[in-house]
């Protein structure tokens, strides 16, 4: 959306008459027919996603004008997304208390706002989507649709709600959707929610990581109205089924679109890191902060920054997320994680104790904290935290590989490094190269000789790549990678012959 840009641009540059002039304007052509409150919608979500670093600009905008709407709806969606970044299965009490806090915030700014202008769309349509409940969201639906039956956003809004990920039903969604029906002439846009149950049950079938049933809704979505987030789902799950150059080719449909250019660049990240490829990883991941702060992308860019050897920047990243979002279990788990590749163990062990106190299951707190026990020399709580881990997310193919190499390495156990490399190469649908060594270093010395030849052959294109050398200069050259290198040289000489 250029006007989302040009929105923005006014926005961070507090020139607030101004901005407040060029939503009315736009808001015209809305009223005209010339196009959809759904652009419009899309068009006002220039201001962030609850990034406390604009709370200040959000603040001097309505000090400014008091009693304009837009600026009061804005700023109460900003305090609303803040909120929602706390929305956890078990959240602790300091995130309860954050929630509460800024979704009262919210409300307050949102009703003023329609006290104010109570034909502006999409403050209705926030406060649809700031609801509790799907009952308190039919009844804002309600009382916006009395003002504006044709509105997309705020059918967009009562219809997403009813979802049953917020607590709602799939039979509501059809409902809501079937309502839509009869206003389609006055709202092109309308048309895709045709398309819109498909969406949902897509969306809980990616929820439940089942991605090709998810493809195939996104699928039949589209068929029914080419909907954005239709594509945004198609588009997660070919990323999931390793089908990355046709999800790419959904990404770019939807940069042209402009839509949601946050999350359009972290995808674009997560598939830079799917072909390990960090470098381009940490560049869109840098630009999907800079275009919209999200704790979860912090999370994911200090990582990215860890596997190219810039650990105490991975750690800087998160340290100032932690700042913006205290005690966000996202950011908490990497950040322990991150305390223990700059060497701060002791630190990285009551950062995981601390994560405890919010969910005493997180298997990332058990193994981080494990290996800075490890790195402190005390063998018998790291491999008590670190089983504990495995145990807990049995599925974890990193976690299983670490396991095997604390066996192999600390306590020199070949028959349970074995297990868990085993494991490791089973659950990870695109294994290391690192990960295959080890695996058919190990299996060799057992005497299992034709799974340490299946073993290497399947590292050697990962070798050809550099995986090897890269992994060799993360975690440390150890003597065996040396050994296994030449069994992969004669390998690959009886690859050449077949």
Same mark, same amino acid.
């Given at each position: 959306?250029?006007?989302r840009?040009a929105?923005?641009?006014?926005?961070?540059k507090g020139?607030?008459?101004?901005l407040?002039d060029?939503?009315?304007?736009?808001r015209?052509?809305?009223?005209?027919?010339?196009?959809?409150?759904?652009?419009?919608?899309?068009?006002?979500?220039?201001?962030?996603?609850?990034?406390?670093?604009l709370?200040?600009l959000?603040?001097?905008?309505v000090?400014?004008?008091p009693?304009?709407?837009?600026a009061?709806?804005t700023?109460?969606?900003?305090?609303?997304?803040?909120?929602?970044?706390y929305?956890?299965?078990?959240?602790?009490?300091?995130?309860?208390?954050?929630?509460?806090?800024?979704?009262?915030r919210?409300e307050?700014?949102l009703?003023?706002?329609?006290?104010?202008?109570?034909n502006?769309?999409?403050t209705?349509?926030?406060?649809?989507?700031?609801?509790?409940t799907?009952?308190?969201?039919?009844?804002?639906?309600?009382?916006?649709?009395?003002?504006?039956p044709h509105?997309?956003?705020?059918?967009?809004?009562?219809?997403?709600?009813q979802?049953p990920?917020?607590?709602?039903s799939?039979?509501?969604?059809?409902?809501?959707?079937?309502?839509?029906?009869?206003?389609?002439?006055k709202?092109?846009r309308?048309?895709?929610f045709?398309g819109?149950v498909?969406?949902?049950?897509?969306?809980q079938?990616?929820?439940?990581?089942?991605f090709?049933?998810?493809l195939?809704?996104?699928?039949?979505?589209?068929?029914?109205?080419?909907?954005?987030?239709?594509?945004r789902?198609?588009a997660?799950?070919l990323?999931e089924?390793q089908?990355?150059?046709?999800?790419e080719?959904?990404?770019?449909?939807l940069?042209?679109?402009?839509f949601?250019?946050?999350?359009?660049?972290?995808m674009?990240?997560?598939?830079?890191?799917?072909?390990?490829?960090?470098v381009?990883?940490t560049t869109y991941?840098r630009?999907?902060?800079? @275009?919209? =702060?999200?704790? $979860?992308?912090?999370a *994911?860019? +200090?990582?990215?920054?860890?596997?190219?050897?810039?650990?105490q920047? &991975?750690f800087?990243?998160?340290a100032q997320?932690?700042k913006?979002?205290p005690d966000?279990?996202?950011?908490?788990?990497?950040?322990?994680k991150s305390?223990?590749?700059?060497?701060?163990?002791?630190?990285?062990?009551?950062?995981?104790? @601390?994560? =405890?106190?919010i $969910?005493?299951e997180? *298997?990332? +707190?058990?193994?981080w904290?494990g290996?800075?026990h490890?790195?402190? &020399?005390?063998?018998?709580?790291?491999l008590?935290?670190?089983?504990?881990?495995?145990?807990?997310s049995?599925?974890?193919?990193?976690?299983?590989?670490?396991?095997?190499r604390?066996?192999?390495?600390?306590l020199?156990n070949?028959?349970? @490094?074995?297990?868990h490399?085993r494991?490791?190469?089973?659950q990870d649908?695109?294994?290391?190269?690192?990960?295959?060594?080890s695996?058919a270093?190990?299996?060799?010395r057992?005497?299992y000789?034709?799974?340490a030849?299946?073993?290497?052959q399947?590292?050697?294109?990962?070798?050809?790549?550099?995986?090897?050398n890269?992994?060799?200069?993360?975690q440390?050259?150890?003597?065996?990678?040396a050994?296994a290198?030449?069994a992969?040289?004669?390998?690959?000489?009886?690859?050449?012959r077949?």
């Amino acid at each position: 959306m250029p006007q989302r840009i040009a929105f923005s641009d006014l926005f961070r540059k507090g020139e607030w008459q101004r901005l407040d002039d060029s939503i009315s304007e736009f808001r015209q052509n809305v009223d005209s027919g010339a196009c959809s409150d759904g652009t419009l919608y899309e068009s006002m979500l220039f201001a962030g996603n609850g990034d406390p670093a604009l709370t200040a600009l959000h603040d001097a905008w309505v000090a400014a004008m008091p009693n304009s709407a837009y600026a009061l709806a804005t700023r109460g969606r900003h305090f609303r997304q803040y909120a929602e970044h706390y929305r956890s299965h078990t959240p602790s009490a300091a995130q309860r208390a954050r929630r509460i806090d800024n979704n009262q915030r919210a409300e307050r700014d949102l009703l003023l706002a329609l006290t104010i202008d109570p034909n502006f769309t999409i403050t209705h349509t926030w406060l649809i989507e700031a609801a509790h409940t799907p009952e308190e969201a039919e009844k804002r639906a309600t009382a916006g649709l009395a003002v504006a039956p044709h509105s997309y956003a705020i059918r967009w809004a009562h219809l997403f709600r009813q979802a049953p990920k917020w607590g709602g039903s799939l039979s509501a969604v059809e409902r809501t959707a079937q309502l839509a029906r009869e206003h389609e002439p006055k709202d092109a846009r309308l048309r895709a929610f045709r398309g819109m149950v498909d969406y949902v049950y897509g969306d809980q079938h990616a929820e439940n990581e089942e991605f090709n049933e998810a493809l195939a809704r996104a699928d039949s979505a589209l068929e029914k109205g080419d909907l954005n987030y239709a594509r945004r789902l198609r588009a997660i799950a070919l990323v999931e089924l390793q089908r990355l150059e046709e999800a790419e080719k959904e990404l770019v449909i939807l940069e042209g679109r402009q839509f949601w250019p946050g999350w359009t660049l972290e995808m674009r990240a997560i598939i830079a890191r799917e072909r390990r490829d960090y470098v381009s990883a940490t560049t869109y991941f840098r630009q999907s902060l800079d @275009a919209d =702060f999200d704790p $979860d992308i912090a999370a *994911s860019l +200090a990582p990215a920054l860890d596997y190219q050897g810039q650990p105490q920047q &991975g750690f800087e990243v998160l340290a100032q997320a932690l700042k913006k979002f205290p005690d966000h279990a996202h950011l908490l788990e990497p950040y322990v994680k991150s305390l223990v590749w700059v060497k701060r163990y002791r630190e990285a062990i009551a950062g995981a104790e @601390a994560l =405890f106190a919010i $969910d005493p299951e997180n *298997s990332m +707190a058990w193994f981080w904290g494990g290996a800075a026990h490890e790195q402190l &020399g005390d063998l018998t709580s790291a491999l008590k935290w670190m089983e504990r881990a495995v145990e807990i997310s049995p599925h974890w193919s990193y976690g299983q590989y670490e396991l095997g190499r604390f066996y192999e390495r600390k306590l020199s156990n070949d028959p349970k @490094a074995l297990q868990h490399y085993r494991l490791a190469k089973k659950q990870d649908r695109n294994p290391s190269a690192l990960m295959l060594l080890s695996l058919a270093c190990t299996a060799d010395r057992l005497g299992y000789q034709d799974e340490a030849k299946e073993a290497l052959q399947a590292a050697w294109p990962g070798c050809q790549q550099g995986d090897c050398n890269q992994a060799t200069a993360e975690q440390g050259a150890w003597a065996q990678l040396a050994i296994a290198g030449k069994a992969v040289s004669s390998c690959q000489a009886e690859i050449d012959r077949d």
